[in-house]
């Protein structure tokens, strides 16, 4: 069992930066693929960032290259997401999740995990 809860999140201006931050239970967090989702209003959930269980591949979503950063500290049981040049359309609920998924192609997808956190909110003001 592994529990996830995300910290970080609140209002920020367009251009600002965020560094979200999600703290795990258990001890086997080293052993899983981690990611980040988000959801805006309205809209179904997608696809931030992973990070393989080593730390050694990341992936990203299109909207989000060169400006959101995913890492790992397995030491502490955290991953974290930093957020930089936001923009309006960033806002959204953000969750972290924890899969024991291989690392591939399918990681992008939300049925790949098996732990969530509860969200934490992100909201851009343009």
């Known amino acids: 069992q592994v529990q996830l809860v995300e910290s970080g999140g609140g209002l920020v201006q367009a251009g600002g930066s965020l560094r979200l931050s999600c703290a795990a239970s258990g001890r086997t967090f080293s052993r899983y693929t981690m990611g980040w989702f988000r959801q805006a209003p309205g809209k179904a959930r997608e696809f931030v960032a992973a990070?393989?269980?080593?730390?050694?591949?990341?992936v990203y979503a299109d909207s989000v290259k060169g400006r959101f950063t995913i890492s790992r500290d397995n030491a502490q049981n955290t991953v974290y997401l930093q957020m930089n040049s936001l923009k309006p359309e960033d806002t959204a609920v953000y969750y972290c999740a924890a899969g024991s998924t291989r690392w591939g192609p399918r990681v992008v997808m939300p049925t790949e995990y098996d732990y969530w956190g509860p969200g934490t909110q992100v909201t851009v003001s343009s």
């Open positions: 990070m393989s269980w080593s730390g050694g591949n990341t």
